[in-house]
């Protein structure tokens, strides 16, 4: 007999349902602060099809559930939640639900007043009805209630991630409390530090071009917008576009800011010689959050919300094994990099924990999260502010050692300099002396060849010639052979000296610096051009110039050209010379300016038997195994030559 009374009784159940009561809300003693996850009922539509009367027909069958937990966590589901909840309503006031979370896609509110239902939307993808606030969380106004008494308020929620359903109540006198809630001061404190320390980093970047920073800007701006601007809803300071845009793609903010994370660490530790397998490992990590990026904007939210769980907790722990492993390998582990990582991942494991429901979302669970991430943007800070006194540390030591090479190079300079100087007046002594020898010897040789001619010149010139006879011809004649035996004498000796240095010209290889020879010129023949006010620019691609020929003949030939530049060069006029290193080869170029009439003057020159100095440079680089090019364009001339360079055979 029980059995069957047992049996009675379940059939009841089954066939007439209980109805389940949610607890009325009594306005005029409820605090705004509480939520009202206990005193609700929901149901899952998974479907998303139901409309208001079924659902109302599903909650008088009593399929609907009661809320356990303040704030009721629905979990990644694409299906529509229904929500009930009765409140009594104030006399003379308006009331106001708010729904205190931001990132739930649509959310439709029906109110009625005995005589039908009113529907008001709002949602992060939804255009807010006139009447509903709609900033970081949604404030549905119930003006439409009967005043004083009991009504029922139906709530239909649908998001592709994460619900919860943080839900409160005020009146228009006590609103404010929750609008400008504690919470709310402390986030918007937290977005005021992320940009400034988005700034001075920023600023630490242009000033060194140290990448680690623009990472950093780079992680705080993308984590910032995750958990500041997609989850805690503030999303909507930047307009309405973005806020859409936010809350369609949210997780690509959260794939970029943990590789930025990954190439912080990387940066720091250089893991590839850390590593191997940590590095292949982070590699793989970052590649996973390049899918995870792709996922989010191509609109699979559901997806992307359960990577970022993953990932979430994944990457954190990744980066704190790191730099546990650099410490353990006795490398210089940053301890603030590894406490920052360690802070990170047990606030997300916290919010992740309670976001599965295996620890029960409190109103504080957010800020836990949003405290956890400001604490470790500051303790990368703090890295980071070592890493800069390392960089300029390092800066310091190379701008000392540095000076110290100017120092020893200025006096090896020093040095050179004087020397060069000493071998420089040398020279100009030789130059002296040969100027000396050359003068002499043209006096000499002008006064040789002018006297006999000018001794004969006054025998074919005379206007008495016809009046001499033969004896004194033969008089006048015998008292200047003399003068004409020496005469042929020295021609003798001037031909036979020529044909025998003609005849007897040797090469002498060795090697030497063009560079050096050029320099020593440059510095002789300087006074000179400095009273034309020529200007000599020398432009060369080595320090070293060496090469291999008779060092003699090619300062002949230096010289000449040298000479000829400043002579045929106009006052206020350059020179350039240019020495470059080619295909085993060292070549030389000196062009200058020149008058209009110049060259042509030069080629009537060489006609004429003057240009004497450019057939010896020509003979002579044609001994070394190279010749002289000439150009002329417009007043410009240039002549140019090449030499092997130095250890080759000529």
């Known amino acids: 007999m029980p059995v069957k009374l047992v049996q009675l009784v379940l059939a009841l159940i089954v066939f007439f349902p209980i109805e389940i009561e949610a607890q009325v809300v009594d306005l005029s003693a409820h605090n705004p602060a509480n939520n009202l996850g206990r005193k609700i009922t929901y149901f899952k539509d998974s479907t998303a099809a139901l409309n208001l009367q079924q659902a109302r027909e599903l909650f008088k069958k009593g399929k609907f559930a009661e809320g356990k937990t ?8 694409p299906a529509a939640m229904w929500v009930r909840l009765e409140i009594k309503s104030s006399i003379d006031i308006t009331d106001y639900l708010i729904v205190d979370v931001a990132n739930i896609e649509r959310i439709d509110c029906y109110t009625g007043d005995g005589s039908g239902w009113r529907k008001l939307s709002a949602g992060s993808l939804t255009k807010a009805d006139p009447g509903v606030r709609s900033n970081h969380q949604y404030i549905f106004p119930l003006d439409n209630l009967e005043r004083g008494t009991v009504n029922e308020i139906w ?14 109540v005020a009146r228009a006198d006590n609103l404010y409390l929750v609008e400008n809630a504690t919470s709310k001061i402390i986030e918007l404190c937290f977005i005021g530090f992320l940009c400034a320390l988005i700034l001075f980093h920023l600023f630490i ?7 680690a920073y623009l990472y950093y800007c780079l992680y705080i701006l993308s984590l910032g917008m995750y958990t500041i601007g997609y989850l805690g809803g ?3 300071l930047l307009g309405e576009p973005f806020r859409i845009f936010t809350y369609t793609y949210p997780h690509l903010f959260f794939a970029i800011g943990f590789a930025m994370s990954i190439l912080i660490t990387n940066r720091f530790y250089n893991l590839k010689n850390l590593s191997l397998p940590l590095y292949r490992w982070t590699n793989l990590l970052f590649a996973s959050l390049v899918v995870l990026f792709l996922i989010s904007i191509l609109g699979y939210k559901a997806l992307a919300a359960w990577g970022a769980q993953t990932f979430g907790l994944l990457v954190p722990l990744t980066l704190a094994i790191t730099s546990l492993f650099a410490y353990s390998a006795e490398r210089k582990a940053v301890i603030s990099l590894s406490a920052a990582w360690l802070v990170f991942i047990v606030a997300v494991i916290f919010y992740v924990l309670s976001l599965q429901g295996t620890i029960e979302y409190k109103s504080y669970s957010r800020l836990v999260l949003h405290s956890g991430v400001l604490l470790e943007f500051m ?6 502010g070592q890493r800069y006194r390392f960089i300029l540390e390092r800066q310091r030591k190379a701008e000392a050692a540095n000076f110290k090479l100017i120092q020893t190079h200025n006096a090896e300079l020093e040095q050179k300099v004087a020397q060069r100087t000493a071998t420089l007046n040398d020279v100009i002594i030789k130059l002296k002396n040969s100027d000396e020898i050359k003068s002499k010897l043209f006096s000499i040789v002008a006064h040789d060849l002018r006297t006999p001619f000018d001794s004969m010149l006054a025998i074919l010139s005379s206007d008495n010639i016809d009046l001499f006879d033969a004896e004194e011809l033969k008089f006048m004649l015998r008292a200047n052979s003399n003068h004409i035996q020496q005469l042929k004498i020295m021609l003798d000796n001037m031909l036979f000296w020529a044909r025998s240095q003609m005849q007897d010209v040797k090469v002498v290889a060795e090697n030497f610096d063009m560079l050096e020879t050029v320099d020593l010129l440059t510095a002789i023949y300087q006074p000179i051009a400095r009273e034309k006010k020529i200007e000599i620019k020398i432009q060369h691609d080595s320090r070293r110039m060496r090469v291999r020929a008779d060092k003699n003949h090619i300062q002949l030939v230096l010289r000449n050209l040298f000479d000829n530049a400043v002579k045929f ?9 240019h020495l470059y290193n080619a295909e085993g080869k060292v070549h030389f170029t000196i062009e200058n300016n020149c008058l209009p009439a110049a060259p042509q003057k030069n080629n009537e020159a060489e006609k004429k038997g003057l240009g004497l100095g450019l057939s010896l440079c020509e003979d002579y680089l044609n001994r070394n195994k190279s010749s002289l090019i000439r150009k002329s364009s417009g007043q410009s001339i240039s002549f140019a030559f090449e030499l092997p360079a130095a250890d080759t055979e000529i």
């Open 70 to 77: 303040d704030i009721l966590n629905f979990g990644n589901s």
């Open 234 to 236: 503030y999303s909507y």
């Open 155 to 168: 709530l239909r929620a649908q998001s592709r991630n994460i619900m919860l359903m943080p839900l409160k």
């Open 569 to 577: 060069t106009p006052p206020a006029g350059a020179i350039d010379i």
């Open 205 to 211: 970047y242009v000033s060194l071009k140290d990448r």
């Open 379 to 384: 303790l990368l800070a703090i890295a980071l």
